[in-house]
RNA sequence: GUUCAUGUAGACAAAUAGGUAAAAUCACCGCCCUUUCAAGGCGGAACCUGCGGGUUCAAUUCCCGUCAUGAACGCCA
């Protein structure tokens, strides 16, 4: 049988990279194995859920990549079916009315929890074959001995005795379903074969089991895998910054180096760091995913980044770029062409919001300079080397890196001057800080006119500084 | 409180079926390279595997206890 995989978020918010990890197993283990991979949004729960979070995630998952064969499913249009199934588990006696006030409820609870107890459900309407009402709920009932154990692909063997589990609402008094049911309908009725999932609801797994047991289903197999944490340690929250998957594409980030950190979350592959999109797929396999949670690190990220950034073919890099640049508020006419700029760009940022602004200089002006470049670099001294540069480069017609090269040599030579001397003022004043490729390729991309300019514009500045 | 899960360097994580001075990568430090910023090369520091017992010739790997963290115990999902 073929294998299928299901990711099931409830549209309550943006899909966050815990999530998006989640979503990256599942996918990764369906692909694998040549199964499907369903969507299913979760959304019985009218009062959180918004079409806004489904746009989010919907969005989100486009953005890296994760494409599903079913889907997306919405549980509310499920309703129907989920009546069914509690009225045959209410014909078969395995689920039962109970008409008990939220107040013994409460009430019972709390005597449990003084008496040092886990809060549990007495099974006081267990056997007292109520009929529906306007006030009732319906039970579950779950078995009162023997244990339920998961097999599961990520933690081994786990047992819990049926003692510690107590009859779960399954429908509540306004009719609507409760979660442990809908997903136990909808990974049958779905033929789930492989719940993958965060470890969060290995608790609510043997429930789960019994019901499905009850509904003499057969059981799929489970992968809880690990939570991501922040890199405090913490749950993730925001206030660990961009958790949200759609953030870190507004920040910058590739997708592919998201999905290759956050695949080596929780899961190696011996010495490899780096994995393409087929990489994943070929050597990902659930039982080699480890146990134990695992910390966010913005640093490794940055360093993927940057690395999926300096090997990206140039044109498809220039393709992506427009969005960030039209954000930041630059365009490309009047400066040179965007490709050749990546290409000798592209290996020194970490983020694509940063390749933005190394390389606004060449299509728009500035009058600030970066405060600390100035005052270290821009010198009453360095006024004749800017001015000797100025006048050898108008007098330049062949306007090419060698010979523009040739002209910061002669100056060094006849100025007697070291070669920062010349390079870094002339950097600087052409590019308004200090960051850029080696200067001679940076002024042939600039251009003969804007470098004269900018020249002039840094001659005016230290003089008028030095007054 | 009860139950379940987890605990190897700052982070991620490896260590054939227990095997004998605990990999790799990010970050950090130093050196080289260097026309800035990077990249790259070389090297370094850092964990005695949460803690305490036990089994064994030998334990990160098995068992018990303990502590810490997380989750479940909802008419949330």
Request: proline residues 3%; negative net charge; charged residues 25%.
């Amino acid at each position: 049988m073929s294998v299928r995989t299901r990711f099931a978020p409830s549209p309550t918010g943006y899909l966050h990279v815990g999530g998006a990890r989640t979503a990256l197993f599942s996918w990764l283990y369906a692909r694998k194995m040549g199964g499907q991979f369903i969507l299913r949004i979760e959304d019985t729960d009218r009062e959180r859920s918004t079409e806004e979070s489904v746009n989010a995630i919907l969005e989100s998952m486009e953005w890296l990549g994760l494409d599903y064969d079913e889907g997306p499913f919405y549980q509310t249009h499920q309703f129907a079916r989920y009546k069914e199934v509690i009225q045959q588990l209410l014909d078969s006696g395995d689920a039962y009315f109970c008409d008990c006030s939220r107040e013994r409820l409460g009430e019972l609870r709390e005597a449990q929890m003084a008496n040092k107890e886990k809060p549990r459900y007495d099974g006081c309407c267990r056997d007292k074959k109520l009929a529906a009402a306007d006030n009732t709920v319906v039970r579950f009932k779950n078995p009162l001995e023997g244990d339920v154990v998961i097999d599961d692909m990520v933690k081994g063997q786990v047992k819990i005795n049926n003692r510690e589990l107590d009859d779960l609402i399954i429908e509540r008094s306004d009719g609507t379903p409760t979660y442990n049911l809908t997903v136990v309908v909808d990974d049958w009725d779905m033929k789930i074969t492989h719940v993958i999932r965060g470890d969060d609801h290995l608790n609510n797994t043997p429930r789960q089991i019994n019901i499905l047991k009850a509904l003499d289903a057969e059981l799929p197999v489970y992968a809880h895998v690990p939570m991501i944490l922040g890199d405090d340690g913490k749950r993730l929250s925001k206030r660990h910054g961009a958790v949200s998957v759609m953030q870190y594409k507004e920040d910058g980030f590739l997708p592919e180096a998201l999905m290759n950190y956050l695949v080596r979350l929780s899961w190696s592959h011996g010495d490899q760091e780096i994995f393409s999109r087929e990489e994943m797929i070929k050597l990902f396999d659930a039982v080699d995913i480890n146990t134990s949670a695992s910390a966010f690190n913005s640093e490794k990220l940055l360093w993927l980044n940057q690395h999926y950034i300096k090997n990206k073919n140039p044109d498809v890099l220039a393709q992506q770029m427009q969005n960030y640049i039209k954000n930041a508020g630059y365009t490309l006419d009047n400066g040179p062409d965007l490709t050749a700029v990546l290409t000798v760009f592209q290996e020194r940022c970490n983020t694509l919001v940063e390749l933005t602004e190394d390389i606004r200089f060449l299509y728009q002006d500035f009058d600030e300079y970066n405060a600390k470049q100035a005052k270290k670099q821009f010198k009453e001294a360095t006024l004749p080397i800017l001015e000797s540069l100025k006048q050898q480069y108008s007098g330049l017609d062949n306007w090419v890196a060698e010979a523009i090269h040739q002209v910061v040599e002669n100056t060094v030579n006849t100025l007697e001057v070291g070669f920062g001397k010349v390079g870094q003022p002339l950097r600087l004043a052409v590019t308004g800080h200090g960051k850029s490729p080696s200067i001679d390729v940076t002024l042939e991309l600039l251009g003969k006119e804007k470098t004269l300019q900018r020249l002039e514009q840094a001659v005016e500045y230290i003089k008028k500084v030095s007054d």
